[in-house]
């Protein structure tokens, strides 16, 4: 990823990533890794819980309330609703995937995602659910990508950069298609078990889920600001 922290700005590293030769191999090299399937499971699609009823039956529904999800260093926060609403006038944001009109138009069932790259750096991608009994399945990357940043570009340490580039090149990855279903593993604790659509299922992916539980959609809003 080195190749990318002496980019010039915000546009010049998506710009390298799209066009960047290795970094695309080596994401088809992890896509193959990643996807490599186990057995298949009977039931499969019914044999969990659909995480958006799970979201909707919470007081507030989900108008109120998101899924946070907490995996390694990273924090993501899962909603059906669009996030920009929540960044202030400081914030720019940078299309890089997608049209001006993606994060707002109708898209049936739209799963957005929102992801802390840095102090003050925010990528939010929008993926297209389909359903498959309890299961809902999509594109292993992204419909649609933008970055929400307050920060002069020059700020970014290399490790965000790097961070950035990677997070990008997975999302124009999306070639595969991921199903998943929601198990309890505790009071307002959840985990997604994923799956192909023919049932066979995806250790690695499994293996790198990490814990969901429903907050508050304020507490988006408060992470942004960096009060939380």
Not at 119 to 130: A, P
Request: contains cysteine.
């Amino acid at each position: 990823m080195d190749n990318f922290a002496d980019a010039s700005g915000y546009a010049d590293l998506f710009s390298r990533v799209e066009n960047h030769a290795e970094l695309q191999t080596a994401f088809r090299e992890n896509r193959t890794r990643v996807m490599q399937p186990g057995d298949r499971m009977a039931d499969w699609s019914e044999s969990g819980l659909d995480m958006d009823a799970v979201l909707a039956a919470a007081p507030g529904g989900v108008t109120d309330n998101v899924y946070r999800q907490d995996r390694a260093d990273d924090l993501v926060f899962q909603s059906s609703r669009q996030f920009g609403d929540l960044f202030g006038a400081d914030y720019k944001i940078y299309l890089v995937i997608g049209d001006a009109g993606s994060f707002t138009a109708s898209h049936g069932d739209p799963s957005f995602g929102l992801i802390r790259v840095g102090d003050g750096l925010w990528l939010e991608t929008l993926s297209v659910n389909s359903a498959i009994g309890n299961a809902r399945c999509s594109g292993s990357g992204a419909k649609a990508l933008r970055l929400h940043t307050r920060r002069p570009y020059d700020s970014l340490t290399k490790l965000e950069k790097s961070t950035l580039a990677a997070y990008t090149a997975a999302a124009r990855d999306n070639e595969s298609e991921v199903c998943s279903v929601g198990e309890a593993v505790g009071d307002n604790r959840y985990r997604s078990r994923y799956f192909l659509p023919d049932g066979r299922r995806l250790p690695v992916f499994d293996a790198r889920s990490g814990r969901l539980s429903i907050v508050p959609r304020a507490d988006v809003r408060q992470a942004i600001t960096g009060s939380l």
